[in-house]
């Protein structure tokens, strides 16, 4: 429970920084109407919005095990090509790097898509409050 919430709390703070980041940036307290402000605070949380969900989405495919041919195969070239010769304790086939990549793992990337959702609906609702649409 504590790690859960060490993590969306770190998450949840990456995101409000990048949104300040970007507020500053686009001079939020010199802008003077409420459509304005609307609109600057939309890009704001829109653009942690998409980091996170693009960090979350390309997480999940690589935990299921898209990428593992890949690593698997400079795995072997850099055997194939090592100067020095010395016994190889590590896989033979891809399947038995799979298995050994894979045994044990159990990770959760809900928080991700959690604080992302929340970002994404924050820009809507902003987005929707400055008349842009």
């Known amino acids: 429970m504590k ?3 060490r993590q969306y709390g770190i998450a949840a703070v ?4 990048i949104t ?3 507020l500053q940036i686009r001079s939020y307290p010199e802008l003077g109407e409420a459509q304005a402000r609307a609109a600057a605070l939309s890009d704001a949380f829109f653009v942690p919005g998409v980091l996170f969900a693009g960090v979350a989405g390309l997480s999940f495919i690589a935990d299921d095990g898209l990428f593992d041919i890949f690593s698997f195969s400079f795995l072997r070239m850099k ?3 090592r100067i020095r ?3 190889d304790d590590g896989p033979k086939s891809f399947y038995e790097y799979r298995m050994m990549k894979h045994e ?4 959760s990337l809900k928080f991700l898509f959690v604080i992302a959702g929340a970002d994404l609906l924050a820009a809507v609702i902003f987005l929707l409050m400055s ?3």
């Open 3 to 5: 790690l859960k919430l």
């Open 14 to 17: 990456v995101s409000l920084g």
């Open 20 to 22: 300040l980041v970007i």
């Open 79 to 81: 055997t194939i090509f």
């Open 85 to 87: 010769k010395k016994d």
């Open 104 to 107: 044990g793992k159990k990770s």
């Open 131 to 133: 008349g842009s649409i």
